[in-house]
């Protein structure tokens, strides 16, 4: 399975450039998908993407670090769509808990709807220390994966709707349960994503809630 790049083309890009560099970005995630970012090479990426040569990936994103840079890009994109999607409507930006709920709820079913995008991101975590890819890579994954909520969870601290914890380390532990759901659906496709969203919302609403007198 390959995934389907859906973008705008970048500033001073033809359609043409920008539809090849799209087809280049997808048959990197479905590369990195199948064989985990290590084994992701220039030759795999233009066998996948039924390139003529490996120069053509040059070309166009001049090294291995900003075809990386642009993989992250994309998948944050996807990903963002993915939960501005299924929140709009659906929370009050002033509802902490709601929001709270939702996050968990859409991050458990990210896992299910784009699951190539989810191995990209965990792979590119495990392999921050590749010289040769984006040295800005970790930045970014920590705040896709970390410090988005952990400022969600201190604002709601500040608004007196959220206990007494640290925001940084129930902002991992929230980021391991969902781990853990993703290592669950490796061996278990038919696992309830749905039941398995809502029960660790449950579990960090009660966690986080603030005690009343």
């Known amino acids: 399975m390959q995934v389907n790049v859906e973008r705008q083309p970048e500033i001073g890009l033809s359609v043409t450039e920008a ?12 590369t990195i998908g199948e064989l985990g970012y290590a084994k992701t090479s220039f030759a795999r990426i233009k066998e996948r993407a039924g390139l003529s040569s490996t120069r053509i990936i040059s070309y166009h994103f001049v090294n291995k670090a900003g075809l990386m840079q642009s993989v992250l890009s994309t998948v944050a994109d996807i990903k963002g769509q993915f939960l501005a999607g299924r929140a709009e409507g659906r929370t009050d930006p002033a509802d902490r808990p709601g929001m709270l709920r939702e996050y968990i709820e859409s991050e458990v079913a990210f896992l299910g709807a784009s699951p190539e995008c989810v191995r990209v991101l965990i792979e590119m975590g495990a392999n921050t220390d590749d010289r040769e890819g984006w040295s800005m890579a970790e930045p970014v994954l920590q705040d896709l994966r970390i410090w988005g909520i952990t400022r969600q969870l201190t604002q709601g601290q500040r608004e007196g709707v959220f206990g007494e914890f640290s925001p940084e380390i129930m902002a991992m532990a929230i980021r391991h349960a969902v781990d853990g759901v993703a290592a669950q659906l490796a061996t278990n496709p038919a696992l309830d994503l749905e039941r398995y969203g809502r029960e660790l919302a449950d579990l960090f609403e009660r966690t986080t809630k603030a005690q009343t007198a």
């Open 19 to 30: 539809a090849r560099r799209a087809q280049i970005i997808g048959a990197t995630i479905a």
